[in-house]
Structure formats: C-alpha cells, structure tokens
C-alpha cells in the first residue's frame, strides 16, 4: 500500500484469492492443481464481478516489516538468473528467449540462450521449455512444470512482442 500511494495511487478494491504456487524455483507442483486451478476460477467469478460493478472495499494494511521485506527481495531477482543452467539437452528453440517478459534472455551465436541479469524471476522459462533444459541451481530438474492449458508460449511471444 505505500507504495501505491508514494505513486499517488489509489487502490479501491483488493481481494486476496488462494492459488497454488508455481514457483519452481521454491516448491514443487501438487498432484491437485488442476483442481485447484478449477476451484480458483470459481472463487474468482465474483471478484471479476465487482471490479467489473467498479465495487469499492477497504483493502487490507500493508505492516511495515511487509514493506521491509518487499523492499529487499524486489533487489534480489535481476541477478539471480546466475544460478539458471541451461543443459545439453537445450534444442536451441528459442522458447524461453520469447517467453521472458523483460527480453532477459538471449541466444548466443550456437543458439543456445544466456541470461542478461536483469530477470524478474516469472520463470517462463523454466516452466515452457520444452526439454526441460532450463533449470535453478539444483533445484528444479526434477520438479514439475506448470502452464496454464489455455495459455501457450506463442500467446506470451505475442505479448512480448515476438512473432
């Protein structure tokens, strides 16, 4: 909340909706996301709903440690793509490179990819990459991978202005 009002923004509606995490770098997918994925649309209709009847609530007090904490992890991402590894079994698709929101990603003159350390930490790469070559430290390799199943690469290509 600060934050937004040190940008002289003001928040009128704020909901907090329970989803899972997939966040590959820190937890491994559940067996029950597909059903959460479903119980989350449906505890998100009414949500849509009032933003949609431009509803106003009062949101929720952001604590001072919250802000603290916010402020030192937010330094923390952009280098934190020194710890991606990208291994052999990388076909040079160039996926990843059109899937990172901030153009973090390049292909070397091989056209296998590097990271640019400025990453915000989406892991689209991690979580598209075909070939599960894209992986943090020694974490990732053998955790599952998430995309929403009516979301595909070439949707975010498209975003991020690839074709």
Same mark, same amino acid.
Do not use: S
């Given at each position: 909340m600060t934050r937004l009002k040190r940008q002289n923004i003001t928040l009128h509606y704020a909901k907090a909706i329970d989803m899972f995490s997939n966040?590959?770098?820190?937890?491994?997918?559940?067996?029950?996301? #597909?059903? #959460?994925? $479903?119980?989350s649309e449906i505890?998100?209709? %009414?949500?849509?709903?009032?933003i $949609? =009847?431009? #509803? $106003? =609530?009062? %949101? %929720?007090r952001t604590e001072p440690l919250q802000e603290i904490v916010y402020w030192l992890l937010i330094r923390l991402p952009p280098r934190m793509d020194r710890h991606y590894s990208v291994s052999d079994a990388?076909?040079?698709c160039g996926i990843c490179e059109k899937v990172c929101p901030v153009h973090n990603? !390049?292909? !070397?003159?091989s056209g296998k990819p590097y990271f640019k350390h400025r990453c915000e930490q989406c892991v689209a790469c991690i979580q598209f990459c075909p070939q599960r070559a894209i992986n943090y430290k020694d974490k990732t390799q053998s955790r599952k991978r998430y995309t929403h199943p009516d979301? $595909?690469?070439?949707?975010?290509a498209k975003l991020n202005g690839c074709t």
């Open positions: 966040y590959v770098i820190t937890y491994d997918m559940r067996d029950t996301v #597909e059903a #959460e994925t $479903k119980q505890d998100f209709a %009414p949500i849509l709903q009032a $949609k =009847n431009r #509803e $106003k =609530n009062q %949101p %929720p990388c076909v040079k990603i !390049g292909l !070397g003159a979301i $595909k690469y070439t949707d975010l």
